[in-house]
């Protein structure tokens, strides 16, 4: 009996070990991070990625800086998404803001800059906030970045609970938000 339990608890360790081991091997290290709209300089590509119909509230705009070794592409369809090359800085940030900002239950948009490992701007991400009535979150948007090469992969979800409501599970809302 002794001898098994050990056993057990071996297999069970190895198996922490390993899938702790994968996670760390997942991460990227890509992560985002507040930033003021002036400190935005210099020209990028325009992505605007959603609001192709009035249900579309999968709506984010991604600002990748023109130059550097990394090129942001949105893990979805072309036809989800539109692509501005050579746009200013302040331009780029102002077809953003309209961008996100259709949805009549808008509040305000949160920018932030989009980082590598080492802490270098590779871009920025504009997504919209909501008034928390509506979804019962203001950030409704779970976004994943993840490298492959000198490329960033976009992934644009809903986070869980919004999509329980918009398959008719009624809204719920989490206290902790």
């Not at 190895?14 to 300089?41: H, K, M, N």
């Not at 779970?142 to 979800?157: A, C, E, L, P």
Request: hydrophobic fraction near 40%; proline fraction near 4%.
């Amino acid at each position: 009996m002794k001898r098994e339990l050990l056993r057990m608890c071996g297999v069970l360790a190895v198996l922490v070990l390993f899938l702790s081991g994968c996670a760390g091997f997942r991460q990227s290290g890509i992560r985002t991070q507040s930033v003021r709209p002036e400190e935005v300089t210099g020209t990028y590509t325009l992505i605007l990625h959603g609001a192709q119909h009035i249900e579309d509230i999968k709506t984010v705009a991604f600002l990748d800086r023109e130059g550097d070794q990394y090129t942001l592409q949105p893990y979805t369809p072309e036809f989800e998404y539109t692509v501005r090359r050579g746009v200013p800085a302040q331009e780029a940030l102002a077809r953003a803001q309209r961008f996100v900002s259709w949805h009549s239950d808008f509040s305000r948009a949160q920018l932030s800059r989009i980082v590598d490992r080492t802490g270098a701007v590779i871009g920025y991400e504009m997504r919209p906030l909501y008034m928390p009535f509506t979804f019962g979150h203001t950030d409704i948007l779970d976004i994943d970045y993840w490298t492959r090469g000198s490329t960033v992969n976009i992934s644009v979800r809903l986070i869980p609970s919004v999509e329980r409501i918009r398959e008719g599970g009624g809204l719920f809302i989490d206290i902790g938000d």
